[in-house]
């Protein structure tokens, strides 16, 4: 069911671009956007006037018909437009004083301010685009690497919102053969094969379990893959951090308890965003400040993809640390610039030393592997989304009480019901269920102008 309260009927206005460049533009959409724009615009026509998908050169005026600016004029049409509705874009100088008089101008004249995401979830209640794909439009404006972008890229084009749509389409087909059961059931007879219903539930289950196999690997993409910098002091934590990243983030000496916090910089290898977090040493000690410190470090471990366990050369000896199954873990001896042979050294670890930059390509290129891109091609799906890894989980278990409904051979109207709840979680994802709080959640989080 789907519960959409939104007044959509009236106007809106906001600068869709950041400020303080050297253009900005307005978006202006509703029903009376053309006829707002004309009150605004002088151009060779007017906008009323012109055709959709058209470039109009011209003023900006003020009540007194003074001019506030030149601009351009983007014209679209409904339905032909990014909301559905008719739509003005105004492109102008980056002045904040021409913006606001713009929008003040626009205000008394009948617009109403947009609120955070409203134009993109006005496309979506106009039917432009389904909610996975909205949703996709702020991972976009969000990516700051290559993979962060595609992986928003491939789900706004549609392919995930195409295959969730097949498997739902598949399972609305069985459940209508299994309630029509029920109006023979006086009968005896089956419509659906339950051989063949059990294939097709194993296929799609197969399915839905490899989309959320894809969330840790998406997540990873989108987020950046955390990465844990430890081990005891003073062994050169803090000049790794400084060397990955290439700039002095982190305070280095060689006084042992510098770091008594973590630290936190990011840094993009080969397209993927590695999130670093430089922790402190881990040893006892008296001192109440370090010993908050390691326990935020113990915190960092635990919510890490990756370790980056660190040694000294002098003493090249790791403690142990509990990881999970799902933790990359990577031995790394620091300061090998102190010793005078590298052979005695444990094999199974990478020699670097920071302070020279000796083995921080080694050690990028490590980080790099452990995110398996290499069978990921441009329109692969991979699910980003805690949303609808959620869904996604709720469908699954759904699925599998619908098989084990199947082996024991319970009745269809059983049967149809575990379906129907598959077909709603995976309903969630696009949109086709949801509700004024969920959207609410989802298009707050947007910036405004989008």
């Known amino acids: 069911m789907n519960i959409t309260s939104t007044d959509t009927s009236t106007t809106i206005i906001a600068p869709a671009t950041a400020s303080g460049g050297a253009v900005m533009v307005v978006r202006l959409s509703g029903s009376r956007a053309i006829e707002i724009a004309d009150r605004l615009f002088r151009g060779r026509q007017r906008l009323a006037d012109a055709d959709g998908y058209t470039l109009h050169y011209g003023r900006v005026v003020d009540q007194d018909e003074q001019t506030i600016d030149d601009v351009v004029v983007a014209l679209f049409r409904a339905p032909h437009s990014y909301t559905g509705d008719d739509t003005v874009e105004i492109t102008l100088h980056g002045s904040e004083y021409i913006t606001a008089t713009l929008l003040r101008l626009a205000i008394e004249y009948g617009a109403t301010m947009a609120t955070a995401g409203e134009f993109t979830r006005r496309a979506f209640l106009a039917g432009k685009m389904d909610l996975s794909r909205a949703e996709a439009v702020a991972d976009i404006i969000a990516s700051d690497s290559r993979w962060s972008h595609r992986v928003a890229s491939t789900q706004m084009r549609g392919g995930y919102s195409a295959k969730l749509g097949e498997l739902r389409e598949e399972l609305l087909r069985l459940c209508s053969l299994l309630e029509l059961e029920l109006d023979f059931s006086e009968e005896d007879v089956e419509f659906a094969d339950r051989k063949q219903l059990s294939d097709i539930l194993s296929r799609i289950g197969e399915q839905i379990e490899s989309l959320r196999g894809s969330f840790a690997l998406g997540n ?231």
């Not at 004024?436 to 910036?447: P, T, Y």
């Open 220 to 450: 990873a993409l989108k987020s950046g893959i955390s990465v844990a910098i430890v081990g005891e002091p003073n062994v050169g934590k803090s000049t790794l951090l400084n060397a990955l990243i290439e700039e002095d983030r982190a305070m280095v000496s060689d006084i042992a308890g510098t770091t008594r916090d973590t630290i936190e910089a990011s840094t993009i290898i080969d397209g993927i965003r590695f999130r670093f977090v430089d922790t402190a040493g881990l040893r006892t000690t008296d001192d109440t400040l370090e010993q908050m410190g390691i326990e935020r470090t113990r915190r960092a471990i635990d919510r890490a993809n990756i370790i980056v366990h660190i040694a000294s050369a002098d003493c090249p000896k790791f403690k142990d640390i509990d990881l999970n199954a799902e933790q990359h873990y990577i031995k790394v001896i620091n300061k090998i610039d102190r010793v005078n042979s590298t052979d005695t050294l444990p094999c199974d670890a990478l020699h670097i030393s920071a302070k020279q930059s000796i083995g921080i390509d080694a050690l990028r290129s490590k980080l790099r592997s452990t995110a398996n891109t290499s069978n990921l091609r441009s329109n692969d799906i991979v699910v980003s989304n805690m949303r609808h890894y959620e869904a996604l989980t709720s469908a699954n278990e759904a699925l599998q009480n619908a098989r084990t409904a199947l082996c024991n051979n319970l009745p269809a109207d059983l049967i149809s019901e575990d379906i129907r709840t598959i077909i709603h979680h995976l309903g969630e994802i696009t949109g086709a269920i949801t509700s004024d709080d969920i959207l609410h959640s989802i298009f707050s989080k947007f910036c405004i102008g989008k």
